[in-house]
Every structure is written in C-alpha cells, then in structure tokens.
C-alpha cells in the first residue's frame, strides 16, 4: 500500500508564496520520479513540474521562473516552492509519483488526494 500525503495548500494573495509537500509512504522499492499537477475548475489536469531520483526537472511554461521543485529522497518527499502567485495558478494541486514496488518489473503512478490553491486578486 502506498500513500502520498500533500500539505500546504491554502489561500494567498496575487504575489505572494505557498509551500506544497508531498510524503511517499508504504513499500516502496524505489521512486523513480515526483511530480505536481494541477486543475482548474473546468480544464484538464495539467503538469506543473517533476523532478527524477537523479533530479532532472521539468517545468511546464506557467511554472518556469517562478515555481522551483525539490526533492528529499532520505525522506521520500517533494516540496514545490510557488512564488509571484496569480489568480490563474488557482487549482487543485496533485502529488504524483512514479515509482517501484519490490518484485515488479514495471513501474506505477500513484496520485495524493489534492491539495486546495486559491489566489485572491
């Protein structure tokens, strides 16, 4: 059983910062990548960045420059720093992991249960 536990989320203003975290939890063999998604009442869920065990990351355009991912793999935990809010960054914001339970070959995507971001104009 795996779990990913977001925290973080909230209500800020136009230009101001919130820390999300997510914690993997379970038997896990190894994660292969973290991410965040987010969606916006009436759009599709859409990737705001991920990072690799090796910490590559990637960064959807909405995101870059403003929005930085890390990585705690001791601690099995992603953390997305968003700086300069706006209202458009407004969404449910989704943990999502990629990882590698022992004894499979394959890899699986687990999703937290969402984590609320309203920015006030």
């Not at 896990?28 to 987010?38: C, E, K, L, Q, T």
């Not at 590559?56 to 929005?67: K, V, W």
């Not at 992603?78 to 992991?97: I, R």
Request: proline content about 2%.
């Amino acid at each position: 059983q795996v779990q990913l536990v977001e925290s973080g989320g909230g209500l800020v203003q136009a230009g101001g910062s919130l820390r999300l975290s997510c914690a993997a939890s379970g038997t896990i063999f190894s994660i292969i990548a973290m991410g965040w998604y987010r969606q916006a009442p009436g759009k599709q869920r859409e990737l705001v960045a991920d990072i690799t065990s090796g910490g590559r990351t990637n960064y959807a355009d909405s995101a870059e420059g403003r929005f930085t991912i890390s990585r705690d793999n001791a601690k099995d935990t992603v953390y997305l720093q968003m700086n300069s809010l706006k209202p458009e960054d407004t969404a449910v914001y989704y943990c999502n992991a990629r990882l590698l339970l022992p004894g499979s070959v394959y890899d699986y995507n687990y999703w937290g249960q969402g984590t609320h971001v309203t920015v006030s104009s």
